[in-house]
């Protein structure tokens, strides 16, 4: 079992991962979508997680993985229906996390109407930092997020662009889903994502919360 290790010591399994999608303006554009009227949520299973120094594995069905560097939070606390001016209460902490998606698969998937879990939650396809605890970062809508594809950088965001920010992201999923301990969201990503190929390696860095270091097999 995959559990969030925290830099207190504390470690907690990781239960279901919530992912929001198109939470930043720049992303949108860049892929040529619509801004969504409500959060775009999907979920990745607790299986796609591999951790510092791990390896990607693309799965042989596709041809276009895409990297999608995000600030991620580590419930600490069960809500449901949580409100908004109580919400920062229920995070644990705070890490850097990698969505990884098949953008083939999930286009063509898409195309014909289909679910496209496959796309997003495949194995391996959420590489995830350790957490920092909640109460050592000052302001979490202002951290910049960066990722580094063979030391080049591929993006360069700040959480302050978010659509949905932090509070809202978790009172929107706590109405549909439970959150409990050890739960993670992931809170969208910025402009910048791009293909990667086997013999990458991907640095995620969010300064003062995490880095995380993985590569592609």
């Not at 919400?87 to 698969?105: F, P, Q, S």
Request: aromatic share 4%.
């Amino acid at each position: 079992m995959r559990t969030a290790r925290l830099t207190s010591g504390r470690h907690l399994p990781i239960g279901k991962i919530l992912c929001i999608g198109r939470n930043y303006s720049e992303h949108i554009k860049e892929l040529g979508n619509e801004h969504p009227e409500a959060p775009v949520i999907f979920i990745k299973p607790a299986s796609s997680v591999i951790g510092e120094g791990e390896a990607i594995v693309i799965p042989p069905y596709s041809h276009d993985c895409h990297h999608e560097a995000e600030l991620a939070l580590l419930i600490g606390r069960r809500g449901k229906d949580i409100p908004v001016n109580r919400a920062m209460e229920h995070i644990a902490g705070y890490g850097v996390g990698i969505d990884l998606t098949l953008r083939d698969v999930q286009r063509e998937l898409k195309e014909k109407g289909l679910p496209w879990e496959i796309a997003k939650g495949f194995d391996t396809a959420c590489p995830l930092s350790d957490f920092v605890e909640a109460s050592d970062v000052a302001d979490p809508q202002n951290l910049q997020i960066r990722l580094t594809v063979n030391g080049g950088i591929r993006q360069d965001g700040n959480t302050s662009a978010m659509i949905h920010r932090i509070p809202a992201i978790i009172s929107y999923m706590s109405g549909s889903f439970t959150l409990d301990p050890g739960d993670v969201i992931l809170t969208g990503t910025p402009a910048g994502v791009s293909r990667i190929v086997p013999g990458d390696r991907l640095v995620a860095e969010i300064p003062g919360v995490a880095t995380l270091r993985v590569s592609v097999a």
